[in-house]
């Protein structure tokens, strides 16, 4: 089994990071393909920056297609998720989605813990229908880049913030970010609740998911498209709009 890990963004170690966590978590026989957009923010903090990164994610999935079993969003706003479900020949989980949707199997409401601001992170719960069972955000006032120069800080703070959300009533707190991937099994032992890395999480159901050959819809929102002309964008992704 082939898994891509596609990171959002153009930072390079954090494609790394979260290439880590995937083969930590993957079974045996899995091979995880990390994979970094050609062009796009260094790290998606607007949204503005998320519409461009999403186009760059796209391209970037249809150079694979056809010649992977499965594709894990290596980005926490789960950037252009349902138009690369749609697209693509293989199942598609999102980083968040796929700890969140584990969250529920752990608990009864989870938390989640971030870089910055949380809004856009509540829009993104509300869009995957789990409003109800989230208990608590919580932003940390540091950067995705610390993570990489100064893990031990963020550490301290991702403790802090994990506590919190507990005694808010999280069952299981979602570590959001990608550069925060492999910080789970670290973390876990002075924590009081379960800590889910969307990585880990994504790549698990991913292996479920290609194990159970569901087939891809024909018709609906998710089916693929069909005979559509888009112009200017990269060849590989004009096929996936044509259907060819």
Request: hydrophobic share 50%.
């Amino acid at each position: 089994m082939r898994i891509l890990v596609a990171n959002a963004n153009t930072t390079e170690a954090i494609t790394a990071l979260c290439a880590a966590a995937a083969r930590a978590a993957a079974g045996p026989g899995t091979e995880i393909l990390p994979a970094t957009p050609r062009f796009g923010p260094v790290v998606i903090s607007s949204r503005a920056e998320n519409i461009v990164a999403g186009h760059a994610l796209l391209e970037l999935l249809a150079i694979h297609a056809g010649k992977v079993d499965g594709v894990l969003l290596a980005v926490s706003h789960d950037t252009a998720l349902e138009a690369a479900r749609q697209l693509m020949p293989c199942p598609v989980v999102g980083m968040t989605e796929a700890a969140c949707l584990t969250a529920c199997l752990a608990g009864g409401r989870f938390g989640l813990v971030t870089f910055g601001g949380t809004e856009t992170y509540r829009e993104r719960i509300a869009q995957h229908g789990l409003s109800g069972r989230l208990a608590g955000l919580a932003g940390l006032e540091a950067t995705p880049q610390d993570a990489v120069r100064d893990p031990e800080r963020v550490a301290r703070l991702l403790h802090g913030a994990i506590g919190r959300l507990a005694a808010e009533g999280s069952d299981s707190v979602v570590l959001g970010g990608a550069a925060l991937a492999g910080m789970a099994p670290r973390l876990q032992p002075d924590a009081p609740v379960p800590l889910l890395d969307g990585i880990a999480c994504g790549v698990r159901l991913l292996e479920m998911l290609v194990a159970l050959g569901l087939p891809k819809p024909a018709l609906g929102s998710f089916a693929a498209p069909q005979g559509r002309e888009v112009g200017g964008i990269d060849p590989a992704l004009a096929a996936l709009f044509r259907g060819s």
